[in-house]
Every structure is written in C-alpha cells, then in structure tokens.
C-alpha cells in the first residue's frame, strides 16, 4: 500500500525566510509524484510533477527536488501570498490513483 | 487555468434528502475522480472513472454513488443524506492516469 507523509504539519516563516517542505514516501514502482497548493475552501492546484530520483522542478519561488525515498519543496523568500497548505501525492504501479499526504500548512508574516 | 466546473460550491440540506452534486470538465479527459476532505485533513478518493461508462470504487467506502453518462459530465449522489456525510467534495480529472490531475473549486456539503 502506498504511503505519504508531510512533514511539518504546520510551519510559520516570516516573509523573506527560505525554508523546505518535506514529503517522504513509500510506493511500489513510483509513478509520478505530485505536488498541489491548496487555499482555504478551494480545491487543489497543481504545481509539479517529478517523475525520477534527481529530477528538479522550478516556479518562481518554488522549487521541487526528488529522491528515492521522499521529495523537498524549498520555497526562497517566501511572501505571504504562498500562505497556504502545501499537498504531496504519488501514483504507483500497485494502483491507478493517487495517494494524498496530509499536508504541510505555510503561513507566511509579513 | 483547468476548466472544471463544480456545483453547488456550498449546500445545506436536511437529513434523509437526496443530493446531486455536479462536475463538468471541458478538457475532454477521460478519467475523472472524487474526493472526500474534511477540514484540515487528508484528501480520500471515494470514486473514479476511466471513462463512459466506466465507474469504480475508491479506497474510502462511501455511501454515495456516481454516473458517466458523458465524458464530460460526472455527478455524485446521495440518495439519503445524513449529517456523517458533511463533508467537502472535490471532483478532478486527468488526461491520463499518471498525468496530473485538475480539481474542481469543491462542494462544502452540510447535512443538518
């Protein structure tokens, strides 16, 4: 069965404060990991796809990393717009769907 | 921005109604998905399609039940609500089934 978990639960930065988001996982045959912002009473918006161990994706300040075992999101200089909670999922070989971490919630002071 | 549609974004009901919840996608994907999500908790797929015609069960057992009648079009209903059934609804979909997915705004569900 596959398994995710985010960690912090919750993480308070003040605005300029680089920091990272972890997601360690455990899938059979990783498919595809995913990472999604979600704002309060919205639904999920993707932001990345990382497919394979060394693989790195940039948005602005944003930035995903992949290893074998678990994905960072590193956010620089972060503002407090990227208030918000940040989701991670993977997809493996043993199923077709997506399995959701319990996410990371930013807050971001100005 | 992806192009899927949920309605009500927000209901109240009384026990014992029945309920449909609307999704519509116009990005012409073939699979589509609910998900169930509590406040502040993790996000549980309670039902999938691969396609017209095709639905299945997710890994959250869940009272409700699903149609595909057209590819665009994925609707969730409850034929007997009850107030365990508050919840936040959220439908996606994807072009395929290891691409990303697209979410809907959510339906906040609350059974009085």
């Known amino acids: 069965e596959d398994q995710v978990t985010q960690s912090p639960e919750a993480l308070r930065l003040q605005e300029g404060e680089s920091s990272s988001l972890n997601c360690s996982y455990t899938?059979?045959?990783?498919?595809?990991l995913f990472w999604y912002r979600q704002d309060p009473g919205k639904g999920p918006e993707f932001l990345f796809t990382l497919y394979s161990a060394g693989e790195e994706k940039e948005k602005e300040r944003l930035k995903a990393t992949l290893t074998k075992k678990e994905s960072f999101l590193h956010i620089t200089a972060p503002k407090p717009e990227d208030s918000a909670t940040y989701l991670c999922a993977v997809q493996g070989d043993a199923g077709n769907m997506l399995t959701f971490g319990g996410g990371t919630r930013l807050m971001v002071k100005p | 921005e992806a192009d899927i549609y949920q309605t009500p974004r927000y209901l109240v009901i009384g026990t014992g109604k029945k309920i449909t919840l609307e999704c519509s996608q116009t990005?012409?994907?073939?699979?589509m998905y609910w998900y169930q999500q509590d406040p502040g908790m993790e996000l549980h797929l309670i039902h999938y399609?691969?396609?017209?015609?095709?639905?299945e069960k997710g890994d959250l057992s869940s009272e409700s039940t699903v149609s595909r009648i057209r590819t665009e079009h994925f609707p969730l209903t409850l034929e007997s609500a009850r107030p365990s059934h508050t919840s936040q609804y959220l439908c996606?979909?994807?072009?395929?089934?290891?691409?990303?997915?697209?979410f809907g705004q959510g339906t906040r569900l609350t059974v009085v």
């Open positions: 996606a979909s994807s072009e395929w089934l290891n691409s990303e997915a697209f």
């Open positions: 990005m012409g994907h073939d699979k």
């Open positions: 899938v059979s045959g990783l498919r595809g």
């Open positions: 399609s691969y396609g017209v015609n095709s639905t």
